[in-house]
């Protein structure tokens, strides 16, 4: 078997992320039987009629059951609940890799770890890539490719096993970094948590606008601001687990943002315009940073397939 391929792969969810990596996989080679399960009977046989799972089931036990890679793509706050499910119903496969692809990994290890066996090798994962869309339906085979995917093995994780999960997502297409949960989680606080927090707040902010309608804010938004609607599109579920999961390095960096905030807000009180140009100097360095390491594009709708790529879990 070549390096990264699988006998049978479960998802744990078959919504944007769990149904992109079937087809990722399925592309790629890299798995002999995919099956999934979900929350709902529906998304179930919709991704069985999509041709995205080989088989689907009502269960998570099931669908893990004689599987030799089981991915958990579900909201975070539920993850723990259902490892535990899982290993009650002895359905983990002896030698199989669990993962995830959850945004926040600290909370997942220390929810979903308590309820894996010996024998099975517990590798928490992130891949940075999405949309604001959701179910089987939303998924596309080249969703991961040259996006990075973040794995936050623990100390005594077995390197066979961190080296397949490793060759599986290069094969997805991903670049792999290795971190630890705790430095993933400050990370992406600042680069996916808070700018998702900003937009939901700004998005409501307009609309709870007493002298400016609904209407106002639809038909004269600048692309600034659909930018930020179109953030905050992204699942409510999903989000709401995230910051609750992540909530002492979002505090922190929100903290930061805030005295970043103060000092705009000075330098636009006192008519600072050295420090107004120093600062956004500062951004749109940055900006051609993130063009020039091939994680977006300079092209108006920003490369994008669907409306945005954007750091998402899968909530199937």
């Known amino acids: 078997m070549k390096d ?38 529906a998304t179930v046989e919709k991704a069985l009629q999509l041709g ?9 036990a099931e669908a893990a059951r004689g599987s030799d890679l089981v991915v958990l793509c579900a909201p975070v706050g539920v993850c723990g609940a259902i490892a535990e499910q899982i290993n009650a119903a002895c359905a983990f496969r002896d030698g199989a890799i ?9 909370a997942i290890v220390a929810d979903v770890g308590p309820h894996v066996p010996a024998g099975v090798h517990f590798v928490p994962g992130h891949p940075i890539a999405g949309t604001e869309q959701s179910g089987p339906e939303a998924g596309f085979a080249e969703l991961f490719d040259n996006r990075w995917c973040i794995l936050t093995p623990p100390e005594s994780c077995d390197s ?6 490793k060759s599986f997502w290069e094969g997805l297409g991903s670049r792999v970094q290795i971190m630890s949960p705790g430095h993933h989680d400050l990370v992406l606080a600042i680069t996916s948590h808070v700018p998702h927090l900003i937009a939901f707040n700004i998005v409501n902010t307009a609309a709870h606008l007493e002298r ?65 140009h120093r600062l956004f100097s500062e951004a749109r360095t940055l900006r051609r940073g993130i063009i020039e390491a091939g ?19 899968a909530d199937e």
């Open 98 to 106: 669990l993962t995830d692809v959850g945004s926040v990994k600290a």
């Open 212 to 276: 400016v309608t609904d209407q106002e804010v639809i038909k004269f938004s600048a692309g600034g601001f659909r930018d930020f609607t179109r953030i905050a599109a992204s699942d409510p579920i999903m989000w709401r687990d995230v910051f609750l999961n992540n909530k002492e390095a979002v505090l922190e960096m929100l903290g930061r943002f805030s005295e970043d905030l103060t000092a705009l807000q000075r330098a636009i009180r006192f008519s600072d315009g050295e420090t107004l």
């Open 4 to 41: 990264g391929c699988f006998e049978r792969i479960a998802l744990i969810g078959v919504g944007l992320i769990g149904s992109s990596i079937a087809l990722a996989a399925r592309r790629a080679g890299l798995a002999d039987r995919v099956v999934g399960s979900a929350r709902t009977e």
């Open 295 to 313: 994680q977006d594009t300079d092209a108006p709708d920003f490369g994008r397939r669907g409306g945005g790529a954007l750091d998402a879990e």
């Open 52 to 60: 995205i799972i080989d088989e689907g089931f009502s269960s998570a």
């Open 160 to 165: 066979t096993a961190l080296g397949r999960l």
